[in-house]
């Protein structure tokens, strides 16, 4: 493979990543936390939608329990995010690295 044909071929391969990696950013991720709490973020960490499905859990005596439900479902789908995330870019990693052998 001559330097031009390595160029073009990691060009593809960024082009590759770009295009998945904004699909990843569009993609909605939903967490309910104990059935009280529902919430949606966009693969780019934006939040869309944050549901109480407990109307009972509104009362000032469960303020505490209410926030930690909604960190508990916001650091789920972060984590469940940033682990496809991960995989997109180990994936493009190696094929550059496959890439290079060549």
């Known amino acids: 493979m001559n330097m031009q044909q390595m160029i073009q071929a990691m060009n593809k391969v960024q082009r590759q990543y770009e295009k998945e990696r904004a699909v990843l950013e569009e993609k909605e991720y939903s967490y309910t936390a104990n059935g009280v709490v529902k919430l949606t973020l966009k693969g780019n960490m934006k939040l869309v939608s944050l549901e109480i499905l407990d109307d009972d859990i509104v009362n ?3 303020k505490d ?7 508990l479902a916001y650091n789920n789908i972060r984590e469940q995010i ?16 496959i890439g290079r052998m060549f």
């Open 65 to 71: 329990m209410l926030i930690d439900m909604i960190t």
């Open 60 to 62: 000032k005596d469960d």
């Open 82 to 97: 940033l682990k496809e995330d991960d995989e997109l870019t180990t994936k493009y990693q190696n094929q550059a690295n």
